[in-house]
């Protein structure tokens, strides 16, 4: 049975797997050190009491400005021990949006990562005024450096190696105070308060209970198999609800935590030293793993390249045909499971023996790049392209597609380990409810687009001193307005099919899907991203974003002089390059109407950053890119 809160389901598996590894703390030298649960919970009890002593109290607001790290969730853990709420938000957040976070949530502390943070939030103090007092968890940070060349403005700055010390001290006094304070918390507690990341606009809190979380910790499990001592390699940003959440599932099935960063450079050599069993990831990280694969492939050439072509198509074909063999694809129109079966069986029987020798000569080396036994990554944060999801399919990779949004805690659906069905993101949770709805109000039958609604445990509490904005979008009956559309197929596994807010309407009146032009753009090995524009215009536009080294390349391979970066990616033969790659991809052939073709295209020199056009997730902030490359998409209508 799944506890009431969090600290009690910490609690009960730090009793049932006391010697189990809970954390992999990465050491100076690469290696990884474990750290069992009894030892975390200990720890979170020492931090706890030392929070205590400085003040925090049941209720209180707690700022929590870092990355991903294990002191993290210690002191998320800790946070909620002595039932008060964190506030998080991740170390390139802007000034001024943590000046309105921090104030309109009224934190009176305010955990951070490091002295940069620190410094941040001073320059906005005016923004905050019930501000005290900070927690700094980096150990080398040094408060006398910081008090000498800043002005705290009254502030007192604690460590975290001062505020566990002061904790243990307190333990000593009273063992049991901290178990005593986890006991009277229940399962409608507000545990934290997550501000969106502002891919639309203003930030809202939304505030998340523990029953919010603790649903999914017992639901998850149901559809991925993970057992006690398997090692989830955690690269996201922690503050955000779908690795926050993921880890929680890891907590509750006596699973661990190894630390590691989204960064081929760091993540990769990180697989090969850990050897996880599971990560949770964006489709970023597999849209990079895919085509780091194929540059190297592509640089090697020759014989080993065309092997690799033959196998890869190969691989996509037979999982097809399997797919077709047990009933895993989307039946959005009713089909035959039997007719399916026979018109596949010989050709998947043919080409078996193909498989199974690209198993061996090309695909065990993606395999092992991964540790050699992955079992498969949880994909959010994102539509999965289908061109990543058909690869790593082809490669033996299990990519489970998962959806949800912060104010779900977050996870609505995701594709059954043993029963994945591409195209989906698979049947909703169990005890969570689905419907499609159209424009003018009606519930649609599958097989057909509208706006996403649901309604189950997971659904936040609403937005924190927001009822206006909560009214909008959560009605009196539970059911939550996604903004998202989607179409269910007749079994029940959901499709997503863009955002309503994202639609782009012509001057002729189409509406327009941008997600599925722009994956399909950014299948190009040329284009890294893009982002279509035309809102109320005649046709359509993008802005494109170069892939430096695939370029470069391109100019080496074709003898094209260049001095700088700058000079190449925005000449007239690359701007040819990028159309025709552009018209190649975005055409009848592959499905797309006319009024969906790119007409033409303008070009960054510079890679979109988190924190400015992606956000946290590093999905594409929209009205953001609209308001800074405004210019640039004016003149793709003059």
Request: charged share 20%; net charge negative; with cysteine.
């Amino acid at each position: 049975m799944i506890p009431a809160t969090l600290p009690k389901l910490l609690k009960q598996i730090s009793e049932e797997y006391p010697t189990t590894a809970a954390q992999y703390l990465k050491n100076a030298d690469g290696t990884f050190s474990p750290r069992t649960f009894k030892e975390l919970f200990g720890e979170v009890q020492k931090y706890a009491a030392g929070l205590k002593e400085i003040g925090i109290g049941r209720g209180d607001h707690v700022g929590l400005i870092s990355e991903n790290r294990p002191e993290w969730l210690i002191t998320d853990f800790a946070v909620l021990s002595i039932g008060a709420v964190d506030v998080p938000r991740g170390n390139d957040t802007m000034a001024h949006e943590l000046g309105f976070i921090l104030g309109f949530s009224g934190c009176v502390t305010v955990v951070v990562e490091n002295a940069d943070q620190l410094i941040k939030i001073l320059t906005v103090r005016d923004k905050i005024s019930s501000l005290k007092q900070f927690v700094v968890l980096d150990p080398a940070f040094d408060p006398e450096a910081l008090k000498a060349k800043t002005d705290l403005q009254g502030l007192k700055v604690h460590t975290y190696a001062e505020v566990v010390a002061s904790g243990t001290k307190a333990l000593e006094k009273a063992p049991d105070s901290i178990l005593k304070e986890i006991e009277p918390g229940d399962e409608q507690d507000i545990a934290t308060i997550i501000f969106t990341s502002g891919t639309t606009g203003e930030p809202k809190g939304v505030m998340l209970t523990h029953k919010n979380f603790l649903y999914q910790v017992g639901c998850v499990p149901e559809r991925i198999s993970v057992t006690p001592g398997d090692i989830w390699l955690s690269v996201l940003p922690v503050w955000h609800s779908f690795e926050r959440s993921l880890q929680y599932i890891a907590i509750g099935n006596a699973s661990a935590l190894a630390y590691s960063k989204p960064i081929g450079q760091i993540m990769l050599p990180d697989f090969a030293t850990v050897r996880p069993q599971w990560m949770a990831s964006v489709p970023r990280i597999w849209e990079a793993v895919r085509a780091g694969v194929y540059r190297k492939v592509k640089n090697e050439g020759g014989i080993k390249l065309a092997l690799f072509s033959f196998f890869v198509s190969v691989g996509k074909t037979h999982t097809k045909l399997t797919n077709l063999l047990r009933g895993l694809v989307p039946d959005f129109k009713k089909r035959s499971r039997l007719l399916d079966a026979i018109l596949a069986f010989i050709p998947w029987l043919l080409l078996w023996p193909f498989r199974l020798l690209g198993n061996v000569l090309v695909f065990g080396k993606i395999k092992a790049l991964l540790g050699g036994r992955f079992i498969a990554g949880i994909s959010g944060g994102g539509a999965l392209p289908p061109a990543v999801d058909t690869f790593f399919g082809a490669a033996g990779v299990l990519l489970l597609e998962g959806y949800g949004l912060t104010e779900t805690a977050p996870v609505l659906a995701v594709r059954h380990q043993n029963g994945a069905v591409p195209g989906t993101v698979g049947l909703l949770l169990d005890g969570t409810d689905c419907r499609i709805v159209a424009e003018d109000g009606t519930v649609l039958p599958a097989g057909e687009q509208g706006v996403i609604y649901v309604r189950g445990p997971q659904v936040m509490r609403g937005y924190y001193n927001r009822p206006e904005l909560t009214a909008e979008v959560l009605d009196k009956d539970g059911w939550f307005n996604t903004g998202d559309l989607g179409m269910l197929t007749h079994r029940g596994e959901l499709k997503l099919t863009g955002r309503a807010k994202d639609t782009i309407v012509l001057l002729g009146g189409e509406n327009i899907e941008p997600l599925p032009i722009e994956q399909k753009i950014t299948e190009s090995d040329f284009i890294d991203t893009a982002v279509v524009v035309g809102q109320d215009q005649k046709y359509l536009g993008a802005l494109i974003v170069p892939n430096q080294e695939a370029m470069e390349r391109y100019a080496d391979e074709n003898h094209v002089p260049y001095d700088e970066w700058g000079d190449l990616c925005c000449t007239d033969a690359s701007l040819e390059l990028y159309q025709t790659e552009v018209n190649n991809l975005v055409n009848a052939k592959n499905g797309f109407r006319g009024f969906e073709r790119i007409f033409r295209i303008a070009v960054t020199r510079e890679p979109f950053e988190v924190g400015k056009e992606l956000s946290a997730k590093q999905e594409v902030k929209r009205h953001v890119i609209a308001d800074l490359y405004k210019d640039s998409i004016s003149a793709l209508f003059d």
